[in-house]
T-cell receptor
Framework: DAKTTQPNSMESNEEEPVHLPCNHSTISGTDYIHWYRQLPSQGPEYVIH???SNVNNRMASLAIAEDRKSSTLILHRATLRDAAVYYCILDSSNTGKLIFGQGTTLQVKP | GAVVSQHPSWVICKSGTSVKIECRSL??????MFWYRQFPKQSLMLMATSNEGSKATYEQGVEKDKFLINHASLTLSTLTVTSAHPEDSSFYIC???????????FGSGTRLTVV
């Protein structure tokens, strides 16, 4: 299964943009790139996912590198409620399973 | 849309007893559901893939006789922790998806404490 690499932690100030990076150099051609976030004692929450093109939704934007070996989750204006563990995951085209790494713990300072 | 309901949200049981956790897709049909386990301050670990109408597929190292999975309908999968012991205490989470174009929805999780 292709793996992802994320920084362990990041900090941001409230109302500023946040760019969360993810490396996935062994991605396969049909692997989707997913982002989820998790608050303590809750199930992960879907944030966004994409295949090749950049994606936007009400929560965030996903910028995918042209070679697809990395991607960046963009929170346009961080709020205190965005403080969570963010997981970048590849949806394997072979298995359909999501393999979670350690994720990035995002702290948002008021 | 794409809501997954998990029940119960927490359970305390005595060592040696069995506990059943339910995972329901409320507004879509799911031929496949996934079960994860998460220990404190760790990431989610995939336990098994639940397949409607057939046997579940377990990840390496997961005891299929201890963690019984039944996926009897397109909207319900159950995980039964049999003969639970304190080391089985964990946060159990299910997920499902209406299709690859939609992403995956996770249940709210079940906190199991075995005393």
């Amino acid at each position: 299964d292709a793996k992802t690499t994320q920084p362990n932690s990041m900090e941001s100030n409230e109302e500023e943009p946040v760019h969360l990076p993810c490396n996935h150099s062994t991605i396969s051609g049909t692997d989707y790139i997913h982002w989820y976030r998790q608050l303590p004692s809750q199930g992960p929450e879907y944030v966004i996912h994409g295949l090749t093109s950049n994606v936007n939704n009400r929560m965030a934007s996903l910028a995918i590198a042209e070679d697809r070996k990395s991607s960046t989750l963009i929170l346009h204006r961080a709020t205190l409620r965005d403080a969570a563990v963010y997981y970048c995951i590849l949806d394997s085209s072979n298995t359909g399973k999501l393999i979670f790494g350690q994720g990035t713990t995002l702290q948002v300072k008021p | 849309g794409a809501v997954v309901s998990q029940h119960p949200s927490w359970v305390i049981c005595k060592s040696g007893t069995s506990v059943k956790i339910e995972c329901r897709s409320l507004d879509f049909q799911a031929t496949t559901m996934f079960w994860y386990r998460q220990f404190p301050k760790q990431s989610l670990m995939l336990m098994a893939t639940s397949n409607e109408g057939s046997k579940a597929t377990y990840e390496q190292g997961v005891e299929k006789d201890k963690f019984l999975i039944n996926h009897a309908s397109l909207t319900l999968s159950t995980l039964t922790v049999t003969s639970a012991h304190p080391e089985d205490s964990s946060f159990y989470i299910c997920s499902a998806s209406p299709g690859r174009d939609y992403g995956y929805t996770f249940g709210s999780g079940t906190r199991l404490t075995v005393v």
